[in-house]
Every structure is written in C-alpha cells, then in structure tokens.
C-alpha cells in the first residue's frame, strides 16, 4: 500500500515536474526570449563596448530567469538523499539548459560574441606592439571577461563558448599572421626572434585571454603554437615565389619556413603552389630569359636553403627547365653570362661568371664519385623523391644550366662564337681576361671541346706580335712606305674560327691603300702568305669635325665608311650609298640610322631616301626607327641552325631519291652515320620529326603509312 | 696515273699485314665515303643522286641517274648500284644498272663496259665524277666496244627503232621500288 501510494506520489511528482517544464518554456517564450531580443543590436554592433555590455546584459537577464525559474525545484526536489529528487533536478536543469542554449543560437548572439572574443584577442596583439599600454588595460579586459564566464558557467552553456572562441582564434590567428608578417622577408624577425614573439603572444595575452573565457586545457597552448606554425608554413608556401625574387634579402624568412615546414602534405603544397606561381608569373614570353635563369638560380640557393637533399629543387625546377629548354636565346643567355658580356638583349647575368670563377676546380673531383658510394653519410633520398631524382651537386646551379641540355655541345658552339666577337672586337691585343674565362670554361668542357677557342686566342696573340712588327720603324724595307700607326690587324686561322658573314665593303682609298702596304709588309715577314681582309670586322675610332662640334665615335668599318663619304659633298641618296660602299640596301640604311641617331645626318624631308650632313646641329623632330642593334660579325648560332638544316636537307632529298620511302629512325640513324662529324648531326628524333612535318607542310615531302617519301 | 690505281703497298706493305691496320683502313673508306657523300649532297648536281643503301654498310650505294636531255633517254631515270671495294678508292668500285637499260656498253644483266670503271680508274674520280660519267655515256655511247650488238648497230643506223626498242625494255623507277 505504501508503496502504491508513493508510486502514485512519484507519478504526481512527474506530472508536476512536467507541468512545471512546460509552463517555463511558455513563460520563457513569453517573457524571456523578448527580453533578451535587442531591437537596436544594428546601430550598437559598430560600438564594440556596448556589444560588451549587451552581451553581459543578455547573459544577466538569462541568469536571473535562470535562478527565478530554478528556485521553486530546489525546494520541492530539495532532497539531497532522494535519487528521484536529484533526477527530477538534473531533468529540469537539462530542460533549462536546452532552453537557454536555444535562445543563445540567434545570430545576434552569436555575432556579438564573436565579435567581443575578437575585439579581445585584438587587444592581446595590440598589447604586443605597444608595450606602453599598461597591464591595467589587460586587468580590466580580463576583469570583464571573467564576469561572462561567471554567468556562462551559471548558465552551462561552456561548449556553446567554447566553440565561439574556437572559431574566433582560428580566424584571428591566421589574420593576425598575415597582417604581421606578410610581405617582410629582409628582416630577422622571420626567423628565430618571430617565433619568439609569437610564442610570447600566444602563452602570454591570448592564453590568458582565451583561458578566462573557456575552461582550461593544457592542450590549448599546443594547440595554439600548432595553429600559429600552421599559418607561417602557409604564409610561405604562397610566398615562396616571392621570397625566391628577394632572394638572397629573404634567407631569414626561409629560416622559419625551414624550421615550420615538417609534413610531406606541406612539401607537397609547396610545390604545386611555388609551380603555379612559377607559370603565371614567370614562364610566359613576356620574362626576358635572362630573368628567368637569374630566377632559377635564386630557386636552386633557396631551396638548397630550405632543403639541403634538392629534392623539393628538384621537383620545383622541372617546369623552369622545360621552359627554358624550349627558349631560343637560352644558351645565349647563359654564355654571355659566363663570360660576363653585357648585352641589352641578353641582360646582366654577370652573376653566372662570377660563380664560374669561384666554383672553378670543383667540378671534376665531384664528378668521380656519382653514385655516392664513399659517402659515409650517405641516407635515402626522401619518400617524396621522385622516381629518377638523383641528388645534384649542392647549390652548383652552372651545373644545373648546363645539364638542361643532354650534350654541351650547344655551349661549346656558343662560347665560339661569343668568344670569337669578343676577340675581334677587341683594340689592343689585351685578351688577359678572355684567357681567364677561357680556362675557366675548360675546366667545365674540358679541353678537347675547346680546342678551337684555344686556336682563335693565340691567333690574336700572334696578330699582337706580326703587327708590332709590322710597325717597327726600323724594319721598313727602302723604296716602301710604312704603315700609318693606326691600321692594326688581327690575322686569324680560318678553319678554326666560326663562319664569317664574307660581304665585301668598298673602303675609303686611303685606308684600302693603308691596308695594301699592310698585305705588302705582311708578305715580307710571312714569306709565301697573304693576308685576306675581312672588311666588315673590326672596329674605328673617328672623329667628326663638323662646323659647330666635334664628335668621337668608335664604329664599325661600313660606318666609318659611310661617313667618310660625306667627306666629298653632303647629299646622298641610299642607292648612291650602297653603290659606293658596295654594300646591300639594308646595311646601308642600318648604318645610315646609327648616324642619323646620333644627330650626324638627316633625312631630307622632302625627298625620301635621301640623305644631308647636318654641319650644324639642329633640333632633331623625329628619330630613327631601324633598330641599331649591333651587328655580330661572325654567324650567329641561328644563322648556323638554319645553315646546317639547309645541309641536313639535301642529304634527306638524297636519300629519299634512291630509297624510295623511310621511316623516321631510319632517316635519322642515316643521318647520324653519314653526317661526317666535322659537321655533326646532334639534333634528337623529335627535332628532326619536326624538321620533317615543316618540309611535308611545304609540300616537299609527303608523309605515307609510317614513312616519308619525296612529293613528286 | 698508274702509281694512283695500284694500292699504295711500297710504302704502306707492313701495315697491310696487321690485323689493326685493316680495321683502320675500312674506316677511312668509310671517311671517304662519308665525304664523298657529303660532296655529293651539298653540290646537288641535278639529274644524278645517290645513296648509301644501309646506315650499317657504307660500302653499298644505290643510285639515280636521269637521262640527258636531247638523248634518246631523256625524260627517264635509271637505278643504279654502286658497290665499293674495302680497298676504294684505290680499286673501282662494281656499278651496275638496276633498272632494266637497253644501251650499247650496257647488258642485259645491267654490266656496264666504261673504261674509267676498268682499267683506267684512278683514285682522284669520286662518285659524283662516276655519275656524271654514266650519265653522259647515255647520250656518247661507245660504239666501238659494244656489249649490246643489236643497240650498237640501231643508235647510228635506225634511231626510230632504236626508241621504239629501248622504249619496250624500259621500266619507271616506281615498278622497280615496288618489286
């Protein structure tokens, strides 16, 4: 009986219980949740201190319902020994609990307290810049925020917290990081001290901050470093493209960049970030190629920085290599930089000849050991490595150019030719610094490749020797004149120097008669050789006595050639000129623009292609339009490409007339068996595939089941 | 000339009986070849051409040669091979007609009687000299010393019959590289 009786008390009990619940709930919806509705939440949100006080405001008016709606429960259920008591006071605080978290999810909650947390975690960086705002500051924030999480614990609603200020930090952090430290690379606090600085911020304000609002966790500090590592790697990786163009000013940024940079998800980033970066800004026709070799050897010391094995270098450096591959004017590039030519075109890779001076002597003892087997400190390449990465010399990157072709004959035939223009366009015989790279760049090709450079160097030598000869006074031979002082010559082997442009130049008389006693005096001390003279190369100094001015010049012979024309009367007309100078139209009018460039000729403007002396400076309107470029005097590398297509040509014409169709292996293991080598065929499949598609486009051959035959 | 068609041995004897040297010589044939061939390809005398038939042996050429005009093989082109001794260019080498030639120093087998082929070669003819020589032998045959009786006697005698029979033997370059 009792027991029925205190069943159907306990079931009176649930029912007044139930009872209670909803009437809150009603009550709340009623009175409670307007209460706390702010109808001017729009106009405070721009004033950050009364977001404050709302909130607190908000929180207080839950609290009081809190205790209002708590206060009749705990003394009907007040009995602590009763378990249906401490039920029906854990069910009712659930129910209030669902209740409160309920009104707290509205947006305007939500946003206000999203809104304070960062307000305070802005006060905590600001504190770091500005060690002058006081700690009294930091007190009271943190005496403020205390009170929240007084009214937030009354409430139980702490996960609700938490998760705001998860969200809060997560997005502060990152912002903080990139407002702070993105964009400077020069200086330390890249490295050592910045992780410093933020290790200070982090256990320091934001700890303390975060620690008031939230329940404390001793995960929460790693937590933070681990997000604030997280946001320096990524701030690198997107600038990595950057810090490589400030490079070597940004080495403190690849400090921490280094020390951060830990899982293979982040190396991997790296390198699709650094490439992508690489192919919008750099590997398009608008970089000079001299930019991006400077580039790629500021890439190869980064990432050997970053990452001594080169694997990352090696990765990122593909891209960079197949596009300078496929550059024409890359081998130009390089080897101007060797020899540290200063060329508009080329740009200023002086850089490339001042590391071949240094690295100099290193190259073939490293050579010897390429498979590492006498390493002691030998370790696997890293998982990431890909499949044919081989570990490459450290931050060698004249190495690393050369390699971007398979042979280095293509160097060799460039160092000719630019050494053969340096030579001859030099004055006094003084090649001290050509011999210098000369030697230098043996020690990269070695010596058999270079013979002819040798060659050409001691032609000059030689030409220093006959030609102070020559002008020795006393060996002039009675009933002859001497040579005027300033005819010198360079006599060079031909054989051994590249091919020369043979176009012929019609000399003043008396320099053609300068040079006859030249030959003369040659044949004298040289018995049984003459001197065949290359008109267009070389260089002369004239000065240009004009009415009003006098101007020195150092040009070249057609040039000079040209204004010693106008010695004689002051018109010409460009047929004349070409005439007189035996010269093609072209030349001509490129000569004719250098002269006019310089405010010594002009146009007429009434009468096209005709040209006056300007005895007497005038104000020049309009300047000449033809580019000015220097002449190379020997064959460029091109000019030769075109050349020896032209040859490689008329042997597949040959062959093809007698075989009647070939596949293309066979057509190219014809041409690398019968090309004799002082010609050399050094092209590739793809190379001559591509020779051939230009010839069955231009219809001179057709291309017929697997095989090509001559279009008859 | 006949110091230039006998192998130089009086002064080069003992290297002939090294096993190295013989190496050494094949490949100067082989240079030779190459630069003969070279030649060849950049002079690009129109009407001849030939060829190396294989990357792997040099010695065996395959050759074209086009009819001279006002002949009575102009308009037609012949093949030819050309087989070079290891000794070339101090022996001749063996040049036969391909394509099937009706012609009076020529037989029926493609044998051709040329002297400069015989026994008055000399080291400084090249292929291109050979070449050109056939080619104008078409056009000046030496009647003298037929092999081909019948043409002999037709090139002075009966022209018209002469094409008409040279005609029905001749065979397009294209039937031949199609056999």
Known sequence: MAAAVRLRQRNLMDRLLNWYIDTVRSHFALHGLPAIKNPNVPGILSDLISVGNVLKRVLATLCDAWHHYMFPISFIYADNSNKDDMLARIRFRHSLTAMIDIALSDHEFQLMAHMLVEHHLTACGKHEENQMVDDRDEAQRLAFLAEIRQQIDVLQVQDRMERIVAEVYHKFIPRYISRQYARIWEQEQRAEPLMVELKNLI???????????????????????????????????????????????????????????????????????????????LLHCGANTSDIISFYMSTIRAFKLLEPRGVLLDKVSRSIRRYLRDREDTVKCIVNGMLEVEDANTGDLSELGKELASSSGTQSADAVDDNGYSDMNWVPDPIDAAPDFRNKRSSDFIGSLLSLYDNKEVFVKEIVVVLANRLLDLKNYEIDREMMHLELLKLLFGESDLHNCDVMVKDILESKRVDSNIHDPTTVAPGTYPVAGIVHASMLSKLFWPAFRDEDLALPHVIEEQLNRYSAKFSILKSARKLTWLKRLGSVDVTLELEDRTLDFTVSPDRASMIYLFQERSTYTLTELSARLNLDEITTRRALGFWIKNDVLKEDESCNDKFILLERAEESKKKVLLDD????????????????????????????????????????????????KEVGYSRNVDELRDFLTVMVAEEKLEYVSGSYRLKR | MDSQNTTPTTFSSHKMQDAPTAMADSHSVTKRLQSELMQLMMSNVPGISAFPVSDSNLCQWTGTISGPEGTFYEGLTYKISMTFPPNYPYHAPVIRF???????????????????????????????????????????????????????DLWDGNPAEYKRLMMTHYKDIGEINDE
């Open chain 2, 98 to 152: 391909v394509s099937p030639m009706w012609h009076p120093n020529v037989d029926m087998s493609g044998n051709i009687c040329l002297d400069i082929l015989k026994e008055k070669w000399s080291a400084i003819y090249n292929v291109q000299t050979i070449l050109l020589s056939l080619q104008s032998l078409l056009g000046e045959p030496n009647n003298a010393s037929p092999l081909n009786a019948q043409a002999a």
């Open chain 1, 629 to 676: 470029a220097a002449e190379s005097s020997v064959q460029t590398t091109e000019e030769k490409a075109t050349e020896e297509m032209r040859i490689y040509w008329s042997y597949v014409n040959g062959m093809l007339t007698n075989i009647p169709a070939l596949p293309i292996d066979r057509i190219q293991s014809f041409l690398k068996m019968l090309i004799p």
């Open chain 1, 203 to 281: 256990y320091g304000p934001i700890t303390r901050c975060v620690s008031v609002l939230i329940r404390r966790d001793e995960l929460l500090e790693s937590r933070l470093y681990e997000l604030v590592t997280e946001c320096l790697v990524k701030l690198g990786i997107e600038e990595m493209f950057d810090i490589v163009i400030y490079f070597p000013d940004s080495i403190p940024a690849l400090g921490y960049l280094k020390m951060c940079l830990k899982t293979q998800e982040h190396r991997a980033q790296l390198v699709t970030e650094f490439q992508n970066a690489c192919h919008a800004r």
